[in-house]
């Protein structure tokens, strides 16, 4: 009886145990259903992350790399060399595309040893895994953090192919210094993309991330040397290299990057600042989220006109002068920025020149005066005195304007000539006759947005303008009176290529008189005359040697500024020179940095464009004028220039001071005597 309830018993444990083992397999297959479920229902995960955005030149060319505190790449596995991806596979986790994310006779063998020696002292994570890693976990080490691996490999794998997580992996994974991803750091250490490496330099590569800064190639490099070494006997082991190939790359003598190319040159760094600003506001993003967000922006740069700009500032400012500089060139068509300088140092002061500071345009200011005076009667040989003059205003006040080292006509003078030597009496009494408040309107126009005081100094140039707004008012006189809209970006994509961002073409809304603006454009090109008898009075005299084809401009100086603002058909040229701190310019030498930065520049970048002449419209007439009397001159006349004005507004009369045996009037014979001519009257 005893033995039968021992019997009894005995099978009822084994039916126990029996029941306890099948429950607990059908609990363990549910909790992996469970698993499986639950990372099915989480979806995939996202592989996005923080990636380096990429500045294009207008002939996308990369002129400039952003990120934050790490350098990021993304590139698809096919622009990876393969050495590099055979490495990774050979060192990392040769088993990759046999298992589903998880090795398990590797998993068995590290918790083994973690156990013997009571720490967790070796890992078996796949590459799987340690891309989940990458992107959503930290690396500390924990039983927990591993279980989270674990659930993020899982969807990893159930979602994605090997190879999208391979690509993935490559890009994400960290190699020191701040660079993430395999592209990054092949910039960084060998100044080459991740396709272009060799065995050598691939392995080196792939033995950095066990120990980024043990395994160093910059810090530590005997430790990189015995890394690399390892990795290409392991791989002449496994098969992935010959034995010659072995040989050859330990070999190999690495080329490591520059210091400066490790850094990344950047190539016009106030017109980089200016792109980010602008892509900011069009994506509506921070310049955080900007910098990180993997975009390709394209600019207008033309790397050659930067060049050409940043050398001639260079060469012409005295290295030892405090003196700034703000200076750019724009596509009068487009309104494309094409070179800027925002100051002579980036590093030292980012504060843009160009953009930012508004000083005292000076006589630059005078076109925009004297395009109201076309418009409202005016023409080229309008005749006005040129002498000491005093303006009583309404208020009482007395305003007293002088010349240039006071020079004065002490005569009647045409607007062809005040334009070409810059007089400024002739300016004050148009911009009087017809009302401050035309100029104001009249510089509205040509958008001007900043300030503008409707009081007598205006047409002087007394109001604050930036370099920019400037460059646009004249780039509407090159274009034929046409809107334009500066810019320095004509797309933007996401690091897959889908586009953001396009800019529309050029805008052809016509806002000024397309013959009214050639006429003022026709004067703009006396300050360059050579065709009067004595030229050496007229503001761009000093420059005019150096130029080789027909420009259109104007000076302009205060105490404390010195504008050269000029354009051809094809490019606006504005550059300004002066000191931060509103300093007075007191070297005669510091006066002409504006106006030879702009002759050099403009003639080197015309060197590789099509000769184009500024093309008059139909609304316009040419004639032969004598420039002092404003009539129509003889072929006899010294001083006869071939003048364009408004259909109907030309002179009828000719000229008689320079007709063959004229009968000489008592000032022609005493100007004879003095063997002076007129522009000896006027001065400059």
Not at 63 to 78: E, F, M
Not at 449 to 463: H, I, K, N, T, Y
Not at 466 to 485: D, F, I, Q, T
Request: net charge neutral; with cysteine.
């Amino acid at each position: 009886m005893e033995q039968r309830r021992r019997h009894t018993r005995t099978r009822k444990r084994k039916q126990c145990m029996i029941y306890s083992v099948i429950s607990a397999f059908i609990l363990f297959i549910l909790g992996i259903g469970s698993v499986f479920l639950f990372s099915y229902l989480q979806g995939p995960p996202s592989l996005t992350s923080q990636q380096n955005t990429v500045l294009y030149s207008a002939d996308e060319e990369v002129i400039g790399v952003k990120h934050g505190n790490q350098s990021r790449y993304w590139v698809p596995l096919d622009e990876v060399s393969p050495d590099l991806k055979q490495a990774f596979l050979t060192t990392e986790d040769d088993e990759f595309y046999d298992h589903f994310g998880f090795d398990f006779t590797r998993i068995f063998a590290a918790v083994g040893k973690n156990i013997v020696n009571m720490d967790k002292v070796e890992g078996a994570s796949t590459i799987t895994q340690q891309y989940a890693r990458n992107l959503f976990l930290t690396h500390e080490k924990s039983w927990s953090r591993k279980i989270k691996e674990a659930l993020y490999a899982l969807r990893l794998e159930m979602f994605y192919d090997k190879d999208k997580i391979l690509e993935g992996y490559l890009n994400t994974i960290y190699f020191g210094h701040g660079n993430y991803g395999v592209e990054a750091a092949s910039r960084f250490y060998f100044d080459k993309h991740a396709n272009e490496l060799t065995v050598a330099e691939a392995a080196m590569l792939a033995g950095i991330p066990k120990g980024p800064t043990y395994y160093s190639p910059i810090r530590h490099p005997e430790n990189a040397k015995d890394r690399q070494e390892t990795i290409l006997r392991l791989m002449a082991k496994k098969g992935d290299i010959t034995q010659n190939e072995l040989d050859k790359a330990l070999q190999e003598k690495l080329a490591f990057a520059e210091e400066d190319e490790r850094e990344g040159k950047q190539i016009a760094p106030y017109f980089q600042d200016a792109v980010m600003n602008e892509a900011s506001q069009l994506l509506r993003i921070s310049r955080k989220e900007l910098k990180t967000g993997g975009y390709k922006i394209y600019t207008t740069l033309n790397k050659d006109m930067q060049k050409s700009l940043k050398q001639t500032a260079e060469q012409e400012i005295d290295e030892a002068s405090k003196i700034q500089v703000g200076a750019l060139s724009l596509d009068p068509k487009t309104g494309g920025i094409q070179a800027l300088l925002g100051g002579r140092d980036f590093e030292e002061s980012q504060y843009n020149r160009a953009l930012q500071a508004k000083r005292m345009a000076g006589s630059t200011f005078k076109p925009f005066l004297y395009y109201g005076a076309l418009e409202n009667g005016a023409t080229p040989a309008t005749p006005l005195e040129s002498e000491p003059t005093k303006f009583k205003l309404a208020n009482g006040k007395v305003y007293a304007p002088t010349n240039y080292n006071n020079y004065y006509a002490n005569d009647e003078i045409t607007l062809a000539q005040a334009l070409a030597l810059s007089d400024n009496i002739y300016a004050v009494k148009t911009h009087m006759y017809y009302q401050p408040e035309t100029l104001v309107e009249n510089a509205r126009k040509f958008g001007i947005q900043s300030e503008l005081p409707a009081v007598p100094a205006l047409a002087l140039g007394s109001a604050s303008v930036s370099v920019l707004e400037m460059a646009r008012g004249y780039g509407m006189l090159a274009n034929g009176g046409k809107a334009v809209h500066p810019h320095t970006i004509t797309k933007i994509t996401d690091s897959s290529g889908t586009v953001l961002y396009k800019r529309d073409k050029p805008s052809a809304k016509q806002v000024l008189d397309p013959n009214t603006s050639f006429v003022l454009t026709d004067l703009m090109t006396g300050m360059f005359d050579t065709s009067l008898n004595d030229y050496s009075r007229v503001t761009g005299a000093a420059i005019k040697d150096q130029l080789t084809r027909e420009y259109a401009g104007k000076t302009g100086s205060t105490d404390k500024d010195s504008w050269m603002i000029g354009f051809s058909p094809q490019v606006v040229t504005a550059v300004w020179t002066g000191y931060d701190n509103n300093k007075d310019i007191t070297k005669v030498e510091e006066y002409r940095y504006a106006r030879n930065i702009w002759a050099d520049h403009m003639e080197t970048i015309h060197k590789d464009l099509p000769e184009r002449e500024f093309k008059p419209p139909e609304g316009v007439t040419a004639v032969a004028m004598d420039p002092h009397t404003g009539k129509l001159a003889h072929s006899g006349c010294d001083d006869r220039r071939v003048t364009y004005f408004l259909e109907g507004t030309e002179p009828k009369n000719y000229c008689t001071v320079h007709v063959p045996n004229p009968e000489e009037t008592d000032e022609n014979k005493q100007r004879k005597k003095d063997g002076r001519s007129i522009w000896d009257w006027i001065g400059f």
